[in-house]
């Protein structure tokens, strides 16, 4: 059992999402980077779509109420448990009573620090809703009672896959590349996001498209699990032309009225109005959802190829992962992959 002490600015329970239920105007929702809560997962023995803790803003507090054992990935939150420093990437063992704190995120443009993501062996374990224990913030459903987690909150745990000497082993850390330790790898001081052309794209201005690829765009402190919503020069279309609605994944970056992007996350509408000019592919939306409230992002033009490498760049590090920790005794059997997905979108 975990209690919640303090749960910071906004603190839920997400696994990897709930999936193919697009027709009925669920969104996906799930942890807005499935790559850490994948590695976080690995870290203590749990299966991929276990589900953890996505914490927002840090500024939290977690008491355990039995021995077991936590990882951290995402954003660096100056974890501590009981004063010891718990850094993003490593595992732990943890014995009931001890608690961990998390510093708050620094909201100075341009700094570090918007989410993490908290795994405990054995998962979260809620009841599941549509196959998922992700909670719809929006909907108000799944996860804890359907809404963000409250002070006092205690949230069961699921059997662990790990023995007892296992859960009490000592302390050890993930090496890896950079790309998958730190959302924040730049391209001239502004996190790079990979970007295919969308459905609409040809419906803007030449001047418009020459902009999209080439200025930085700032992210606005209204961007949310539901969209990333950007700053910068405004996007133009050619002729004004009413939109029937038409499908919308997390990536899809819509141009609406104002001329200032959105880039739509996993608590979007199955639905939209808005021109689709791009759509950030899969394996660079972590990046997204750990990127500073108030910094800047350059978006890359690609094509469907380089989308398709990235991807399999991103599973082949998984595949490694697992392959390390198997090697050092660690459980991997249900570490499975992720849901497949289509590389520039969802896996619905």
């Not at 909201?107 to 196959?131: C, E, F, Q």
């Not at 405004?234 to 992007?261: C, D, I, K």
Request: proline residues 7%; glycine residues 14%.
């Amino acid at each position: 059992m975990i209690v919640v002490v303090k749960p910071g600015m906004l603190a839920s329970v997400q696994d990897l999402g709930r999936h193919g239920h697009r027709e009925r105007g669920i969104c996906p929702g799930g942890a807005l980077d499935a790559l850490g809560l994948t590695l976080a997962n690995r870290l203590v023995g749990n299966a991929d779509g276990a589900a953890g803790l996505e914490l927002t803003l840090g500024a939290c507090e977690f008491r355990f109420e039995t021995d077991t054992r936590i990882a951290l990935a995402g954003d660096d939150f100056g974890a501590r448990l009981d004063g010891l420093p718990l850094w993003p990437g490593w595992s732990v063992p943890v014995a009931a009573g001890q608690r961990l704190v998390l510093g708050g995120a620094n909201l100075a443009p341009g700094k570090k620090g918007v989410r993490s993501w908290l795994a405990v062996a054995g998962g979260i374990d809620v009841a599941p809703v549509l196959g998922s224990r992700s909670t719809d913030l929006k909907a108000g459903f799944g996860g804890h009672q359907g809404r963000a987690l409250k002070k006092g909150d205690r949230l069961p745990l699921g059997p662990s896959l790990l023995d007892a000497a296992q859960r009490a082993r000592r302390a050890f850390g993930l090496r890896g590349p950079a790309w998958a330790l730190d959302g924040h790898a730049n391209l001239g001081g502004a996190i790079a996001l990979r970007v295919m052309p969308g459905p609409e794209c040809e419906h803007f201005t030449a001047a418009s498209i020459t902009t999209l690829w080439r200025e930085p765009w700032r992210l606005t402190p209204q961007s949310n699990r539901m969209g990333s919503r950007l700053e910068g020069p405004a996007l133009a279309r050619r002729r004004p032309v009413e939109m029937l609605s038409s499908g919308v994944v997390p990536g899809t970056v819509q141009v609406p009225p104002s001329g200032q992007p959105i880039i739509l996350m996993g608590d979007a509408q199955t639905t939209g109005g808005y021109p689709r000019i791009g759509v950030v592919i899969r394996a660079d939306l972590w990046k997204l959802a750990q990127a500073p409230l108030g910094g800047m992002l350059r978006l890359v033009r690609t094509d469907a190829a380089e989308a398709t490498q990235a991807w399999a760049a991103q599973q082949r590090y998984l595949a490694q992962v697992a392959q390390g920790l198997a090697a050092n005794g660690w459980p991997v059997a249900a570490a499975a992959a992720a849901p497949r997905a289509d590389p520039e979108g969802s896996p619905d």
